[in-house]
């Protein structure tokens, strides 16, 4: 334990001298790689309330741009990342969208942690007509589709089916929601009010709770006390899920519980502890790298993704990171094949993206699908033992 | 009943906290006249440097002991060199300069840090305690024994000790307190130490249940103040009722009206507590202090 | 000479800021400068509104950024739900604004000191609360779109032309708060800044004049909101929340409590500077604490209020 923090404390250091060191290249300027870097743009919520969201996004970003250079760059250029911290904020994403476009010239964008600051900055890129991969889940980003943006994560509306789907299998029909009221619960849950119909669930009771709630008993209590519930669905993210299901087993609720993918990462277990156990929620491969069967097409790339990226940072890997891993090689990919950095044709080759195998899921864009994931992207995961597993399938 | 009880203890639960950090609200408040919005931060310390101290291989207590110290050293230096210089400065630009100063104790403590969610072992395990059909976790009992310890020793430290009889003697009239000789600028360095301290107990005594971040003392601040200001500024018992009032209102607003709103429910019960009592519910009718 | 003349007088006033105003698109090298210089412009007509409650009347709000809420979902509700036009939109909000400042402030003017301001940050929180929260009129915690304006057929697009409409408006509320400053009213106002007591003994009517600035205040906001609605297409509810509030407080202190230019240029530092400190990554944040920390322990009547000193203090 003493040792990770001391690297993580040296790692810290040998990022910022490295980042120094850049700067004073940068000022030489006269080097034999002086090429003209390809600049591509984020802005990510590395602050703020999505932070544990915007965080990895941003370190994968640096790490995956940091080793395209160290192989010889892109196309024979180097790659220059222009990342900015929007904290969460949409009117600031939106300026720094502005700046990207107008005072950076980036010829593509990764990026938006939240749905809310990517529907902020999608009109500038849109305008100006360069590609933008978002990191966000919500639907409304890429439906309808528009020319210039596409998404690499999940939307939370397959979340719902994929957990609904298991609920039908095991035989529960009434169940309850708790949901965070931040962007991310609720959309979730309004997503998956949407979708019951179509697995013959209702909803007996549908509670919520605010994104820095220390307790959520009182709402607990209340689905506790409504007859006939089977099953509880928890849409959240961040810290908010972790102290449901510690309260969920501090008021002794036996149901079976879910958890949605925005808690799809190892330190929910940590964080939740002995309550964790028998959870279950949807997850994309990366979570269980190391027991995916070796013919799996994922088992490869996930396994180096993880293995990259906490070598790198001394932290467990999350979905989110997982998202801007895509994003990032999607677009590089698409570069690569467009042999041009002409953003019309990088917008072409990402639309023109087939079978590209992610840490998300396998990817096949069309004109009217900017997102074309297969439906490999979500596995029922269980938590047995402090780790996750793929779920035993009922039959 | 049983749902009843579940609500008390959650409200106690949370309320105690905000408890703990308008005492620290009061304590500043009393004796130089500032809101201290850097209040919550120290909560944060508190939690996260005890998580980062323990993860380094330090024990619990030990690592406990280094991040109230950690934090009663940010107080002191956050009254020298912020406050102090400062002094004639009117209050709402006091205020700022503890924004400023709460902005930059999270800017260093996401560096220091990290940008993830924390958590440490409660203290005596996490089986809740079976009460009349209700439960309760025993971190919680933990939360309340330190909350009600902090409380005695303080009216002690205040009633017995003369560096607390001093204390109160600047918070009641600075000029009357400097003409008997006491160091008014050294009572005042007190004041922030010990809120510091204070925070940061609570901060360690709270992060098994309410997980800890480098920027959860917004939300404590926000409580805190608010708990300070219902209760009455400037009053301890004050500090106390408010504290477990919110508590308490947003438990049975989440449990009876609604989920959604009950941030809601408590800010308007608030409103209407000081529409009555205009200067809370022990702020009496005292000629305004400032 | 003229610099003298800028702090002092209402006209130099004016005319220092309708310089600037036309300065700034001759050297803007992109269109994001003129999108900062116009988000300045928003930010500066709200923080008048402020300083007309917090400067000109004395009365801490820690919750005006649940006005500006208002005024920028008014514009996205009105013409999507409404099929109202999107400027009758933005007047109704204005108008929905004072009212509710009316309603509101009359009885919690009634509070003093940091009473007063822990009701407002209650006011604030529940406009945010509820605009997050009521999402099939809201859109929820993502947003909603907001359309687009246009003006007798003519539609507003473009950082020139909002930089033209927002510079527009920050004018004309900078010349109504530079009369009410001068007016009866303003006289009564800063009787009240100076001693509520003092001011009653006066024969001024204080609870009224307070709500009036409240109520003006609030409008200010209000119209400032739809403006920033309306140029992004796009709200949020965070745009109520406690930490814009708090923005808008840090605005008109550090700019210098109480004066039309203290609220143009707090609004331009708390606008600018977080993108003057992008460089800094990590320590952006920090920087950006110990900065308002520095600025409020050396100048802690304000930037314009010392400037002014200094400057008159030469001239003398």
Redesign the interface.
């Given at each position: 334990m003493g040792t990770t923090i001391v690297r993580r404390w040296m790692l810290r250091a040998a990022a910022v001298s490295t980042a120094v060191s850049a700067v004073v290249l940068h000022a030489g300027g006269s080097g034999a790689l002086a090429a003209e870097p390809i600049r591509i743009g984020a802005v990510l919520s590395v602050t703020g309330s999505a932070a544990f969201l915007g965080d990895p996004e941003a370190k994968t970003l640096k790490i995956y741009v940091d080793e395209i250079n160290r192989k010889g760059g892109l196309l024979g250029r180097p790659v220059q990342l222009v990342l900015y911290d929007d904290g969460g904020d949409a009117n600031k994403a939106r300026t720094f969208a502005t700046r990207l476009v107008g005072d950076n010239k980036v010829i593509a964008m990764v990026g938006g942690t939240g749905t809310g600051t990517t529907l902020a900055m999608m009109p500038v890129f849109e305008e100006a007509e360069i590609p933008f991969v978002s990191l966000a889940g919500g639907i409304e980003i890429v439906e309808p589709a528009r020319p210039f943006v596409f998404k690499t994560p999940h939307t939370d509306k397959t979340a719902c089916q994929k957990v609904f789907e298991d609920m039908k299998l095991r035989g529960f029909t009434k169940i309850a929601l708790i949901s965070g009221t931040d962007g991310f619960g609720k959309s979730m849950r309004n997503q998956c009010l949407k979708v019951t119909g179509d697995y013959g669930i209702s909803i007996l009771a549908d509670e919520s709770y605010g994104p820095a709630d220390a307790d959520m008993t009182p709402q607990l209590n209340k689905i506790k006390n409504t007859a006939g519930v089977q099953a509880v669905l928890n849409p959240g993210f961040g810290q908010g899920p972790a102290i449901v299901t510690r309260n969920y087993a501090q008021l002794g609720i036996s149901l079976p519980f879910y958890q949605s993918h925005g808690v799809a990462s190892k330190s929910f277990i940590e964080l939740a502890g002995s309550a964790a156990e028998g959870v279950r929620l949807p997850a994309p491969a990366l979570l269980v790298a190391d027991k995916l069967a070796p013919e799996d097409k994922q088992k490869a790339v996930v396994s180096e993704y993880k293995k990259t990226y906490e070598t790198a940072t001394g932290q467990p890997v999350s979905t989110f990171g997982g998202y801007a891993f895509d994003g990032i090689q999607l677009l590089v990919k698409a570069i690569e094949r467009a042999k041009s950095v002409d953003p019309r044709a990088i917008r072409d080759e990402l639309e023109a993206t087939r079978d590209y195998v992610g840490v998300t899921g396998i990817y096949t864009m069309a004109p009217n699908d900017h997102l074309g994931l297969g439906a490999e992207s979500f596995r029922m995961l269980e938590i047995k033992g402090g780790e996750w597993v793929p779920a035993a399938q009922p039959r | 009943m049983a749902e009843f009880l579940q609500l008390v203890f959650s409200g106690l639960t949370v309320g105690v906290v905000y408890a703990l950090v308008a005492m620290g609200f009061t304590l500043v408040y009393n004796a130089s006249d500032v809101i201290n919005f850097a209040q919550g931060d120290f909560v944060m310390i508190g939690g996260m440097g005890t998580v980062f101290l323990a993860s380094a291989g330090i024990a619990l207590p030990l690592a406990a002991l280094i991040a109230v110290l950690a934090a009663v050293v940010v107080g002191l230096l956050l009254h020298r060199l912020a406050i102090e210089p400062a002094r004639r400065a009117t209050p709402v630009t006091l205020i700022m300069i503890t924004i400023g100063a709460s902005i930059f104790i999270k800017g260093v403590a996401l560096i220091a840090f990290d940008k993830q969610f924390h958590s440490l072992p409660a203290f005596s395990g996490s089986d809740p305690i079976a009460v009349a059909g209700a439960t309760i976790l025993p971190q919680s009992l933990w939360v309340a024994s330190g909350a009600l310890a902090l409380f005695a020793g303080l009216s002690l430290f205040l009633k017995k000790t003369l560096l607390g009889k001093a204390l109160l003697a600047t918070a009641a009239n600075r000029l009357a307190a400097r003409l008997v000789g006491i160091n008014v600028a050294a009572i005042l360095a007190l004041a922030f130490g010990v809120s510091a301290a204070i925070g940061a107990v609570a901060g360690i005594l709270v992060t098994p249940i309410t997980l800890t971040r480098y920027d959860v003392g917004t939300l404590f601040a926000l409580k805190g103040f608010a708990a300070a200001m219902v209760g009455g500024m400037g009053h301890p018992f004050g500090a106390i009722a408010g504290g477990l009032a919110i508590g308490l209102l947003e438990a049975f607003g989440a449990g009876y009206v609604s989920s959604t709103y009950k941030d809601a429910v408590a800010f308007l019960a608030i409103l209407l507590v000081l529409f009555v009592m205009p200067r809370g519910l022990f702020g009496g009718r005292s000629v305004e202090r400032v | 000479m003229m610099l003298a003349a800028a702090f002092t007088s209402r006209r130099g006033t004016l005319l220092l800021l309708v310089a600037v105003m036309l300065l700034v698109p001759l050297v803007a090298?992109?269109?994001?400068?003129l999108?900062?210089a116009a988000?300045v412009w928003i930010f500066a007509l709200a923080a008048l509104g402020l300083t007309i409650v917090?400067g000109y009347a004395g009365q801490?709000s820690l919750g005006h950024a649940g006005f500006l809420g208002i005024g920028a979902y008014a514009v996205a509700i009105g013409p999507r739900h409404l099929a109202l036009d999107p400027l009758l939109s933005l007047a109704l909000g204005a108008l929905l604004c004072g009212l509710v400042a009316y309603l509101v402030g009359k009885?919690?003017l009634?509070?003093?000191?940091?009473?007063l301001?822990?009701?407002t940050?209650?006011f604030g929180?529940?406009v945010a609360?509820?605009l997050?929260?009521e999402?099939a009129v809201t859109g929820?915690?993502?947003?909603m779109?907001v359309a687009r304006l246009s003006l007798f057929g003519w539609r507003v697009t473009g950082?020139l032309t909002w930089y033209w409409v927002t510079a527009g408006a920050l004018l004309l509320g900078a010349l109504l708060a530079l009369n009410v400053e001068a007016s009866p009213t303003g006289r009564a106002l800063r009787a009240l800044h100076d001693s509520e007591i003092a001011a009653a003994g006066a024969g001024v009517d204080v609870a009224s004049k307070k709500l009036a600035a409240f109520v003006i205040g609030a409008v200010y906001a209000g119209i400032a909101g739809a403006l920033?609605a309306l140029m992004?297409?796009?709200?949020?509810p965070?745009?109520a929340g406690?930490?814009h509030s708090?923005e808008l407080?840090?605005m008109v202190?550090?700019g210098g409590?109480g004066s039309v230019t203290g609220a143009v240029v707090g609004a331009a530092f708390l606008v600018v500077l977080?993108?003057a400190l992008?460089s800094l990554?990590?320590?952006?944040?920090?920087?950006?604490?110990?900065?308002?920390?520095v600025f409020?322990?050396f100048l802690?009547?304000g930037i314009v209020p010392t400037l002014r000193r200094l400057v008159l203090e030469r001239a003398s």
């Open positions: - | - | 090298p992109s269109s994001f400068y999108r900062v988000l917090m801490v009885p919690i009634k509070l003093k000191g940091y009473y301001a822990i009701a940050l209650g929180l529940i609360l509820v997050a929260s999402s929820g915690p993502d947003g779109p950082a920033l992004n297409g796009l709200i949020t965070e745009t406690f930490m708090i407080v840090a202190i550090i409590l977080p993108q992008t990554q990590e320590y952006e944040q920090a920087v950006l604490g110990l900065l308002i920390m409020m322990i802690p009547s």
